[in-house]
């Protein structure tokens, strides 16, 4: 039998930062806490599972096997509503029972690259509803890129999380469609359609 392994103090720390960068990187589990899928309390149920996989990884006596944490985040993600058909659930375990293998070894280039990237990353929420002021900074980026791009490439060059009230600001300054214009043999003659944030 194989001798039980520990995380140092240190890996610990850096292991409990990944376990964290991970599941905030995990757009389902976003969706879930930014929509509130799981009530009111949904964050609070996302940070319990980040403290739930880190116990699970630094608590057990026993083996570890993949299966085991595939069902912890399949709980949580039910415990919030939300039934995960894409494959993330095993995505997301095996990034984790990796950066758990490193850091027994005292590598940290998993949770470093997180770190890094999580960095670099314009924070963008997949689905968004209402007024946002947290990234007032980048708003403005984006806008003024936004406005030198032109309303037409705008949904080619843009995420589909951008906010509502953003696409209205753009749209505003097209022409209303006129009104359909019947021809002699009663068919009425439809103009284009106006983008109304679908992309084509």
């Not at 995960?84 to 280039?109: H, Q, R, W």
Request: proline share 4%; hydrophobic share 30%.
């Amino acid at each position: 039998m194989e001798a039980e392994r520990k995380l140092s103090v240190e890996a610990e720390a850096i292991f409990r930062e990944g376990v964290a960068l991970v599941l905030s990187r995990w757009s389902a589990l976003q969706l879930a806490v930014d929509n509130e899928w799981g009530g009111r309390d949904s964050r609070r149920k996302s940070e319990q599972l980040a403290a739930d996989v880190f116990s699970w990884f630094t608590q057990s006596k026993e083996v570890l096997y993949i299966d085991d944490l595939e069902d912890i985040l399949n709980e949580a993600m039910l415990s919030l509503n939300t039934v995960t058909e894409d494959g993330s659930i095993e995505e997301v375990a095996e990034k984790l029972m990796f950066m758990n293998e490193e850091c027994l070894n005292g590598d940290f280039k998993s949770v470093e690259s997180l770190r890094e990237s999580n960095h670099r990353r314009v924070a963008l929420p997949h689905v968004k509803q209402g007024n946002h002021d947290d990234d007032d900074d980048d708003d403005n980026e984006r806008d003024d890129t936004l406005e030198n791009d032109g309303p037409s490439n705008m949904m080619v060059d843009t995420p589909e999380s951008q906010s509502n009230s953003n696409l209205v600001d753009m749209t505003d300054n097209k022409p209303t469609p006129k009104p359909a214009a019947k021809t002699e043999d009663g068919w009425e003659v439809v103009g284009p359609r106006r983008n109304k944030g679908k992309r084509n």
